[in-house]
T-cell receptor, first 114, second 112 residues
């Protein structure tokens, strides 16, 4: 099973709302990632977790707060977002944080901020 | 800073044609290169991963080559089918391990 699942599929939120995106994998992978993809643009890395610890933060604004409660779950907490944060948010996982491994992507959560 | 470019940005071909998608990167110090497929509004599906020490990888009708020294990769699709219609993205592992830098993508349409 090479599946990464993400919920919800779609999310509409106001600028004062607090919401969370969820990502789950049961492949025993120990590295998990959040990417942001704007329309017609390539994905851009936001965060990387390795063994449940934050390994990379690509200077993402604090209104995005990642959390890795266990090796299978990755959350992205959203608060006070701006309309320009509307995008497809992709989660990925890999066996470990290494250059030789494939990253497996989930279907994404399409976020609209009003 | 690594920059990845894909040419062409869009391509339309009739069914059955063989085609080549191009990917170029500015920093040749990469660990590997990965080709992905993305259907509209969907996530990414990994197609092929080429390690920096390899020259090519094959999977079914797909063949990817890597010329690390010149900063280029090509994805060859044989006997294209309408189901191949999607956006194809290349990505390089560079700098920090597992950091992927994506190309701008090639939107492919295969017509009947």
């Amino acid at each position: 099973d090479t599946e990464v699942t993400q919920t919800p599929k779609h999310l509409v939120m106001g600028m004062t709302n607090k919401k969370s995106l969820k990502c789950e994998q049961h492949m025993g992978h120990r590295a998990m990632y959040w990417y942001k993809q704007k329309a017609k643009k390539p994905p851009e890395l936001m965060f990387v977790y390795s063994y449940e610890k934050l390994s990379i933060n690509e200077s993402v604004p604090s209104r995005f707060s990642p959390e890795c409660p266990n090796s299978s779950l990755l959350n992205l907490h959203l608060h006070a977002l701006q309309p320009e944060d509307s995008a497809l948010y992709l989660c990925a996982s890999s066996q470990r944080l290494a250059e030789t491994v494939t990253q497996y992507f989930g279907p994404g959560t399409r976020l609209l901020v009003l | 800073k690594q920059e990845v470019t894909q040419i062409p940005a869009a391509l339309s071909v009739p069914e059955g044609e063989n085609l080549v998608l191009n990917c170029s990167f500015t920093d040749s110090a990469i660990y590997n290169l990965q080709w992905f497929r993305q259907d509209p509004g969907k996530g990414l599906t990994s197609l092929l991963l080429i390690q920096s020490s390899q020259r090519e990888q094959t999977s079914g009708r797909l063949n990817a080559s890597l010329d690390k020294s010149s900063g280029r990769s090509t994805l060859y699709i044989a006997a294209s089918q309408p189901g191949d219609s999607a956006t194809y993205l290349c990505a390089v592992h560079t700098g920090t391990a597992s950091k992927l830098t994506f190309g701008t993508g090639t939107r492919l349409q295969v017509t009947l």
